[in-house]
C-alpha cells in the first residue's frame, strides 16, 4: 500500500501560478507511475499528469505548456507546478499512483487538495 500527503491547493487569481506537492509513504519502491488527476464538480475525474519510474511524462492536453510535473526521488515527492491557471482549472486535484505487487497492479489515491482559479 502507499499512503500520500498533498499540500499546496488553495484560491488563485486567473493568470495565477500554485505548486501542488505529493509526498509518498509505504511500498514506494512498487509504483509504475506516480501524478495528478482532477475533477472538477458535475465533471468526471481527468488525467493532468504523470510520470512512470522510467522517466516517462505525460500531460493532458490543457495541462501542455503551462503545467509541469516533476519528482524528488530522495524524498518519494512529486509536485505540479502550475502556471498562468484558467477558472477552468478549479477542481479537486489528486495525487494517484500505480503499483505492481505480486504481479496485479493497483492504484492508490491521495485525499485531494482544493484548487480555486477565480476570474
Known amino acids: 500500500q502507499v499512503q500520500f500527503v498533498e499540500s499546496g491547493g488553495g484560491l488563485v487569481q486567473a493568470g495565477g501560478s500554485l505548486i501542488l506537492s505529493c509526498a509518498a509513504s509505504?511500498?514506494?519502491?512498487?509504483?509504475?507511475?506516480i501524478g495528478w488527476y482532477r475533477q472538477a464538480p458535475g465533471k468526471e475525474r481527468e488525467l493532468v499528469a504523470t510520470?512512470?519510474?522510467?522517466?516517462?511524462?505525460n500531460y493532458a492536453d490543457s495541462a501542455k505548456g503551462r503545467f509541469t510535473i516533476s519528482r524528488d526521488n530522495a524524498r518519494n515527492t512529486i509536485f505540479l507546478q502550475m502556471n498562468d491557471l484558467k477558472p477552468a482549472d478549479t477542481a479537486v486535484y489528486y495525487c494517484?499512483?500505480?503499483?505492481?505487487?505480486?504481479?496485479?497492479?493497483?492504484?492508490?489515491w491521495g485525499q485531494g487538495t482544493q484548487v480555486t482559479v477565480s476570474s
Open positions: 510520470i512512470t519510474t522510467g522517466g516517462r511524462i
Open positions: 494517484y499512483a500505480d503499483l505492481l505487487s505480486s504481479s496485479r497492479f493497483r492504484t492508490y
Open positions: 509505504g511500498s514506494t519502491s512498487s509504483i509504475t507511475a
